[in-house]
């Protein structure tokens, strides 16, 4: 049986490039996706700074396996998850959704696919001296 998917031949690349860099960003959904050996928590982030990708979004992982539960525990300690909830080693999703803070994210192409890569976090105080920072460093760099 044949279909007819007006547009497949066509289809849409995204012209915006993966991020890479140091971003405020404001959690706009969370997920959690069960596996067997690695269940994560699937996040969408909104940019918020700098103001030139404000429009722009991005979504990572973050595992829940024994050895990747530190990095779970850091972001939301530095977005300001209810201390609460961590403390019962509780996540809950709606609370994850508007939380603010800072990432540093990198791309990572395996097998021709792109990953984001969530590398570090920072809490929303800390945005304007990491942002200065990392443009003294640039302009250092040149």
């Not at 539960?69 to 909830?85: H, I, P, Q, V």
């Amino acid at each position: 049986m044949r279909r007819h998917v007006p547009g497949l031949h066509s289809m849409k690349h995204d012209d915006n490039p993966p991020l890479d860099g140091l971003f405020l960003v404001r959690v706009e959904k969370a997920s959690y996706r069960w596996r067997t050996q690695k269940p994560f928590w699937e996040i969408s982030f909104a940019v918020l700074e700098p103001k030139a990708f404000a429009n722009r979004s991005f979504s990572g992982r973050l595992y829940c396996s024994d050895r990747a539960l530190w990095k779970l525990n850091w972001f939301l300690r530095d977005f300001d998850y209810d201390t609460d909830l961590l403390e019962h080693d509780q996540v809950d999703q709606k609370a994850l959704t508007n939380l603010r803070g800072v990432i540093r994210t990198s791309v990572t192409t395996v097998n021709g696919r792109c990953y984001q890569n969530l590398d570090a976090f920072a809490s929303i105080g800390e945005w304007e001296a990491l942002d200065c920072t990392s443009l003294t460093q640039k302009r250092a760099g040149r």
